[in-house]
């Protein structure tokens, strides 16, 4: 059953001018990716460089509409709540950027999710459902409207997963004790939070002569995306493609990197994940407090 919540609706809002995602920081060396001169036909770079990373007052993360149905009349309440699961894939297609949703059985056409990533400059070229024994999943593929080619933005890629969680917690509103933006922004916060320190894994594994696997699962949050890709390439690593998985309160990060075109050596793993665990899991302090 479709579920529209227009107290829900104002608080979900919110998400637009409170919410603070990213750091304002300039970035060192020479941007956020590795250029790529062009494409071509191997096009191995899946996101683009930028000069640095904005606030995210400058990003709008479009709101569903209360009026809008996105759910079919098949959907049944039961007592166990599914773990929400939101994909954004980089690595599958070499033309479009992949999302991947799931919600156990719950989830309609999600005509309304479809219509806020339009508002994002996006295009939904296709769109599949398929299920298994661990639910419904509904697949988009999605390309800029203004050049066709994949999202290669990370500051727009983590929109579109807030776009997408956002539509979560204010159509389904059970999902909030399941998500981690639920604590601000849901009906109810999650009943137990997670501790970054015993969730955060960080592993490098060698693949192949030219890239690493760099693999992260840690506490979601808003702005991790771009916060992890930034952590990265300021020790002048490149992320050439990825996967980003939100699975309930954790999220769960594949990158190919590469140092110079090359795979990374075993010193640079280690300065890598070293790196990485210390920002995942330096303690959060505003700087007022200083």
């Given amino acids: 059953m479709a579920v529209s919540m227009a107290s829900g609706s104002a608080t979900l809002g919110l998400l637009n001018t409170q919410l603070k995602i990213f750091q304002k920081q300039p970035l060192s060396g020479a941007g956020l990716f590795r250029a790529v001169s062009g494409f071509d036909s191997v096009r191995r770079m899946c996101i683009a460089p930028r000069e640095g990373l904005s606030s995210v007052t400058s990003i ?75 639910g419904k999943h509904n ?65 490098v594994y060698d693949d192949g002569p030219d890239r690493s696997l760099l693999l992260v699962e840690t506490a979601d949050r808003a702005g991790l995306l771009v916060d992890l890709v930034k952590t990265i390439t300021d020790i002048n690593i490149d992320v050439e493609s990825g996967e980003f998985d939100t699975e309930g309160l954790l999220a769960k990060a594949k ?19 070293n790196s990485l665990r210390y920002y995942l899991r330096r303690p959060t302090t505003e700087e007022a407090s200083f």
């Fill in 60 to 134: 709008t993360i479009p709101k569903a509409s209360a009026t809008t149905v996105e759910q079919d009349g098949s959907h049944r309440e039961t007592d166990t709540v599914p773990t929400p699961k939101v994909i954004i894939d980089q690595d599958s297609d070499p033309d479009v950027t992949i999302v991947e949703i799931t919600f156990g059985d719950r989830l309609g056409a999600l005509l309304d999710t479809m219509n806020a990533l339009k508002n994002l400059g996006l295009n939904v070229v296709k769109a599949n459902v398929y299920l298994d024994s661990s």
């Fill in 139 to 203: 697949k988009f593929s999605i390309t800029k409207a203004n050049t066709g080619r994949k999202v290669d933005d990370p500051e727009l890629l983590e929109a579109i997963r807030l776009t997408i969680i956002n539509n979560l917690l204010q159509y389904h509103p059970e999902s909030s004790g399941q998500l981690a933006m639920g604590t601000a922004f849901g009906v109810e916060p999650p009943e137990q939070q997670v501790d970054v320190d015993i969730a955060t894994h960080i592993h």
């Fill in 255 to 273: 990158f190919h990197v590469s140092y110079k075109g090359k795979a990374i050596i075993k010193p640079l793993q280690q300065v890598l994940a």
